[in-house]
């Protein structure tokens, strides 16, 4: 695998979980709607679900399918991230497996990956660097 190619594996959970974030942000506020007062849902309810004869129904229909997308890439978001911990086990130095886990499985920014490990950004910048040049040779 490139380089490049190793990046955009690594950074599919990271994709996965904001995407998750974002869902289950819409289902809160679409149930909401769906319980609030009758003279205020139906106007929340129609920038959910668009303009229709049947707000409520149309909504409980966009509420089964953000339900069903956010099982569906839970369950992605699991095979990623047991791939990628494959891959990181992989390495044989521990500072490189815990940089990866850090940023990529654990979502933290560089900053504080550097201060969780107690290295400066620059230090774990270069840790990634020799990482991913080593899963290369790990990932076909």
């Known amino acids: 695998m490139t380089i490049d190619k190793i990046k955009v594996f690594l950074k599919q959970a990271l994709s996965l979980r904001r995407e998750i974030v974002g869902q289950q942000e819409r289902l809160a506020m679409l149930k909401s709607a769906m319980t609030s007062p009758r003279g205020t849902m139906w106007s929340t309810l129609k920038t959910f679900t668009g303009v229709g004869s049947d707000p409520l129904g149309d909504a409980v229909v966009k509420k089964i399918g953000l339900e069903v997308a956010i099982e569906q890439d ?37 900053e504080r990956v550097a201060k969780r490990m107690g290295y400066s950004k620059d230090r774990v910048f270069q840790i990634h660097r020799q990482a991913i040049i080593r899963l290369q040779y790990i990932t076909v």
């Open 74 to 110: 839970i369950a992605k978001l699991s095979a990623v991230v047991l791939a990628i911990e494959q891959a990181v086990e992989g390495l044989e130095d521990s500072a490189e497996r815990e940089v990866l886990r850090l940023r990529y499985l654990n979502g933290l920014s560089w």
